[in-house]
Structure formats: structure tokens, C-alpha cells
Antibody, heavy 127, light 108 residues
Framework: QLQLQESGPGLVKPSEALSLTCTVS??????????WAWIRQPPGKGLEWIGT???????YYTSSLESRVTISIDTPKNQFSLRLTSVTAADTAVYYC???????????????????WGQGTLVTVSS | EIVLTQSPATLSLSPGESATLSCRAS??????LAWYQQKPGQAPRLLIY???NRATGIPARFSGSGSGTDFSLTISSLEPEDFAVYYC??????????FGQGTKVEIK
């Protein structure tokens, strides 16, 4: 059974960088059928897709965060990571990592839906 | 960017009743729409993909329909564990892959 687990600091100071890692177990992060994503949810609010990465390193980011976000992948460790710089209180949220299933329609195996999720980790931005 | 608008914001129903949730897209997403369920303190769970296909392990009381810009999620007979927040998500035009703002199904 595939499992995803987020890890990282739960408290980050304003203007600093938020860094989280997602460890994938029960499956290979190099599987060509899947991408890997970060999604966040501010307290009491809805879901916001942050970005997605493929095992090859191809990345997609939401435009509103693109200047501050980097997603990277470590295939030997079966992990992928999120780095968000210059955080403010508006970045306080539960951060989820998720598997982003690739389309079965060739030639463009585009990301589609999020079929496995980590439990989420709350990151609070506060001094 | 495709905007998804869900209605109603809150649905108050009793166990055993049927629930119909709506998701409207700002432009056609063909049939490329999914539904997720989120319970308090838990991650979302994929229920329906490509408008009408149930994900693995999802009970038959959950069904999805629609195409183009108008979609529905129907829960045929609400069980106590179905009271939760439901989100729709499109994969037609990404990035970004966008979500609706959610519909809360609460116990009346």
C-alpha cells in the first residue's frame, strides 16, 4: 500500500524559508505513471495546488507562488521536497504531499488527479 | 485559469437522505473532473474521476455525472460517515490544476 509522509518544521519565522519533505513508501517515485505534488490548505479554507514534479525533474508551479517555490526530487531516497521562500502569515496552512496520476493517453502523459495523499502537516508562520 | 464554483456552500441533510452537489466550470473541462471527500483532520480522498468513474474502494452510493461545464456528485443514501466537505477538481487545463471551494454536507 502506497504511503506518503510529510516532514519538516511546524513553525517558520516570517521572511524565512519553509522546507518540507515527502517520503514515499510502498512504491517507486520513479514510476513513469505518476507525478508528485504539493497542495496546501489554510485553516478553515479550501485546497490550493502548489506544484508538481516528475521523476525526470520536470516541474509545474502555480503562478501565484512561482517566484518563491521550488520542488525537487530525490529518486534514490524516494523523496520529494518543497521549498517556499520569503514566507508570510498568509502561507500558514496544512501542507499535503500527494501522488498526481499521469494520464494514460499518449503521447502527452499529463498530470491528472491526486489519488494518494499524505496526512498533511501544519506549518505556522509566526515570529 | 479554469475556475470551479461549487454549490451550495452547505447542505443540511439527515442520514438516509440523498445529496446532490454541484460543480460548475468557467469553461468546458470535457469530462475531466474529479470529486474528493475530506473529513475533519484528514487528507482529501479521491472519490470520482473523469466525471463518473468511482475510484478504488468507493461505495456505489457515490455517483458522478456531467460534462462540459456542469457536474454533479450524488450520494444516494447518506451514511453517518458521509458527512464531510466535498471538493471538485479539474484536470482539463493545467497547470494550474484547480479545485472548487468546497461543499459541506452536514447533519440536519
Amino acid at each position: 500500500q502506497l504511503q506518503l509522509q510529510e516532514s519538516g518544521p511546524g513553525l517558520v519565522k516570517p521572511s524565512e524559508a519553509l522546507s518540507l519533505t515527502c517520503t514515499v513508501s510502498g512504491g517507486s517515485i520513479s514510476n513513469t505513471n505518476y507525478y508528485w505534488a504539493w497542495i496546501r490548505q489554510p485553516p478553515g479554507k479550501g485546497l490550493e495546488w502548489i506544484g508538481t514534479i516528475y521523476y525526470s525533474g520536470t516541474t509545474y508551479y502555480t503562478s501565484s507562488l512561482e517566484s518563491r517555490v521550488t520542488i525537487s526530487i530525490d529518486t534514490p531516497k524516494n523523496q520529494f521536497s518543497l521549498r517556499l521562500t520569503s514566507v508570510t502569515a498568509a502561507d500558514t496552512a496544512v501542507y499535503y504531499c500527494a501522488r498526481h496520476r499521469a494520464s494514460v493517453v499518449l503521447p502527452a502523459r499529463r498530470p491528472t488527479y491526486f489519488d494518494y495523499w499524505g496526512q498533511g502537516t501544519l506549518v505556522t508562520v509566526s515570529s | 485559469e479554469i475556475v470551479l464554483t461549487q454549490s451550495p456552500a452547505t447542505l443540511s441533510l439527515s442520514p438516509g437522505e440523498s445529496a446532490t452537489l454541484s460543480c460548475r466550470a468557467s469553461q468546458s473541462v470535457s469530462s475531466y473532473l474529479a470529486w474528493y471527500q475530506q473529513k475533519p483532520g484528514q487528507a482529501p480522498r479521491l472519490l470520482i474521476y473523469d466525471a463518473s468513474n468511482r475510484a478504488t474502494g468507493i461505495p456505489a452510493r457515490f455517483s458522478g455525472s456531467g460534462s462540459g461545464t456542469d457536474f454533479s456528485l450524488t450520494i444516494s443514501s447518506l451514511e453517518p460517515e458521509d458527512f464531510a466537505v466535498y471538493y471538485c477538481q479539474q484536470r482539463k487545463d493545467g497547470p494550474p490544476w484547480t479545485f472548487g471551494q468546497g461543499t459541506k454536507v452536514e447533519i440536519k
